[in-house]
């Protein structure tokens, strides 16, 4: 039997549109995959997917019948770690959905194991980047942060950032994915920017930054090195919890 | 803000505050109000961690390291030789803010030496908390020190402005502090832990009544014992933390390993080691007690006044008591569950949400995440395989510990051999 691979946007009404088709075609045999990231397979037969918001919305309707909050969120979350694959690992995960309630607690199912692994990861990051991102305040009185988080959690500390910073304009950046979060005191706006060639994102540029900004990341490395406790040393733990590849974007971690 | 001084002072007052280990952001229920800055309501947040793996969280400093006391642990003590440095209201307010606004904290955790008097010190951390509320609009977290022996009109003020309140008692018995702290006396640390309990109970009631009640310290009060400085043991630690618990309504009691910072012959010498290894078994009993569902005395009593070093004090406990074992994963009741070494409250959350779906077998319990190497020899489930042995206690503990590289296996072997 020829196997079918569907092409969807990448993004998750996208992908959501594809899981309608399948269920609507009863398809057995299928391949959900990013049109960013696709691949040809020899013997299937590719069909790209057009997003429709409103079988998008008949299939996370059903979902909502079927699944708990936080099942829907895993589901949300694991879909954001834009892992290879993963899509068909949420396929089966819906799948197994409609035909048991309560699915996604079912921890001995493997793709629910699956999904509630991944999200889970996905959610540390999200945490992660809430403690990690490090604004610098710019000449025009933007405090500026640039993430590189290994999944796309920008989405998902959108409202964090608002509700904690309200009454300063600020942006982050994904540097990996090309687009940001910029906040003008009175909504988030999703941006994308152009930067200069070669333009270093762990240095703080004087032409950029406000003559105050060295001062305060000054302040806060010295903070930092006389908070530790010397006789303490433990460089496993503090790698387990800062991983060093954050580090080139906190300014603590530089050196100085 | 004169940077330079700043500077100068930030790292003095910062490096005498690092001895305290409260750390913790969360608990409080502070929403951002007419968009102002900062946010409470979540989880907490550890924003760093420094090279010793603990977590920067606050901006924890000393307003002060000037003390009239001259208690033997601590470094700020009136007859150490060091520089001193105070800072003014309106500096922790511009560093909080601007830290704040950068991401680098959650808030400020604000302790001080005691200069003049209680009252004097307690009014000035009271006043830097009640500017960055009341002019800042600031509703990120603030952790304020009871100062032993301030006012109850002081440390009522203290509760509207501050998350958290603490005071610390140090040493864990009042025989121990007679020695280190002649000038201190356990009743003038209790105090304000009273006061601000018993503010904590009727601010509470009378919110329920009347929804504009003012908050009052939402993140509830802790405490901070050092371990290691004084000659208590594990038993008599562990009891004075569960009295607190239980009397005081604490939400934390912190473990402090003495970090040796004098040559007082009352305490252990410099250079000796942060006792890292007993803090961290110590930390494991009181999650126990908080969370697991053990009363203390089944951990720790007159027969057993140590806590194992190299296994956990549930493994410990279970060793002791195999008459209770094994358990069948697919039936046994929740606190059963969480009593199995092996097995965190995760992963019986998943136990007990997996099983109504389907029996359960050796080869789900691993994928769900439970310790198998410690977990098999205390419970039965889906599978005709099973230890059937009729192990010892030390049978089975030395099996664990062939097959698992503690943590701990380097500073466990380097304790060892000082008495081989």
Redesign the interface.
Known sequence: MQSQTYIYDGTFDGFLTAVFHVFEFKLKTVNIQNECVQQHGLFSENETITTDEKKANRVWVGLKKQLSVRGRFQLYYAFLSEKEGIENVLLDYIRYAFTKTNADKDFAHPSVLKVAQIAKMVGREKHRMEAFVRFKLTQDEIYFANIEPDFNVLPLIEKHFKRRYADQKWMIYDIKRHYGLFYNLDKVEIIEMQFPEHFDFTKTSTDIFAAQEFEFQTLWQDYFKATNIKSRKNMKLHIRHVPKRYWKYLSEKLPS | MS?QR??EK??IL??A???DVSCSSSGSKR??TN?????A??MG????????????SL??ILLTNHCIFDCAYCVTRKSNDIKRAAFKVQEVVD?TI??Y????IEGLFLSSGIFKNADYTMERLVAVAKKLRTEE?FNGYIHLKSIPGASDELMREAGLYADRLSVNIEIPTEQGLKQLAPDKKREDFIKPMVKVKNEIIQYKAEKKIIKSTPKYALGGQSTQMIIGASGENDFQIMQTSNHFYKNYNLKRVYYS?Y??ISYDDRLPKIGSE?P?LRENRLYQTDWLMRFYGFDVSEILNEQHQHLDLDVDPKLSWALRNLHEFPIDVNTADKALLARVPGLGMKSVY??L??????R?NWE?LK??GVALNRAQYFMVCDSNQFERRDLTSEKIKGLILQNSTS?YRNSLSNQLNLFS
Do not use: W
């Open positions: 940077f700043t500077q930030l790292k910062a490096d505050a690092k001895y929403a951002n968009k102002g800055i900062g946010d309501t979540g947040i550890c924003h760093s961690y420094t090279e010793d793996g603990r977590c920067v901006l924890k560093l601007n830290f606004r950068r991401n680098y609009n390993g970090v040796p942060v890292m998943k136990i949400n997996a099983r109504r779906f389907r359960l789900h994928k769900i943590k």
